[in-house]
């Protein structure tokens, strides 16, 4: 029966990555990849043929009402990130909304995400969390981080090296010198690292050593 398929990705670490998911990637009839290349690399290292097209957050708009009808007509399709599980601050919500409107079964596989791993390791409450993915670059930003500052819950964040230093000093300013904070950067990879402390204590951290690589930042709540 024609479906579409989640597939969540390895992150890192290609060892990374269910044997269900390996089974699913080489029995559909076509893989949506945010980057065809990236995904190339994976598909190669497991032996997998199926044929790829391009899936991204520039195009999803335009190819989404494509997609639904190759499966209503009998395509099994699965859709991948370059990394991590697909909707998770990557393409994937819009197909699969429309795909649920459309009455097409969706099943989306358990697997690797960034923030699970860099939620647990931090420890800090995750009892109760909220995910926040990226905050807004310019327009709502502080409007986000006032409201974020009386977040009761932990809160986790995805940030980018060239950004972590500006978010840092901001939660310095709205939450305060002394919330906790857990900053994990490259997981799964040869040089992955947590760093905890207070905002500050993290803050300058990173202005003596300039971080690199893919960022989760968590946070703890307000007391």
Do not use: W
């Not at 089974?23 to 980057?35: F, G, M, Q, S, T």
């Not at 708009?61 to 990557?90: C, F, M, W, Y």
């Not at 409450?125 to 990226?134: A, I, L, M």
């Amino acid at each position: 029966m024609s479906k579409l398929f989640l597939v969540p990705t390895p992150i890192g670490n290609l060892e990374d990555i269910t044997l269900r998911a390996l089974r699913v990637l080489k029995e559909v009839d076509l893989i949506l990849a945010e980057d065809t290349r990236t995904s190339g690399k994976l598909l190669k290292h497991y032996d997998i043929n199926t044929p790829m097209q391009s899936h991204h957050m520039h195009n999803e708009h335009k190819t989404v009402e494509n997609v639904v009808r190759q499966i209503q007509n009998g395509k099994t399709v699965a859709l991948i990130s370059d990394a991590g599980t697909p909707a998770i601050s990557d393409p994937g919500f819009l197909l699969t909304r429309a795909c649920v409107e459309a009455g097409i079964e969706v099943d989306c596989l358990p697997g690797a995400t960034a923030f699970v791993p860099a939620l647990v390791n931090s420890g800090l409450p995750n009892d109760k969390f909220v995910f926040e993915g990226f905050l807004p670059v310019k327009k709502g930003r502080q409007t986000r981080l006032q409201v974020l500052a009386e977040e009761t819950r932990t809160i986790i964040l995805y940030e980018s090296p060239h950004k972590l230093l500006k978010t840092l000093s901001q939660f310095v300013e709205y939450f305060g010198a002394e919330r906790p904070v857990s900053v994990s950067r490259e997981i799964t990879k040869l040089h992955e690292e947590t760093i905890r402390g207070t905002a500050e204590e993290v803050l300058k951290h990173y202005e003596q050593k300039p971080p690199k690589g893919e960022i989760v930042v968590i946070v703890g709540g307000r007391k």
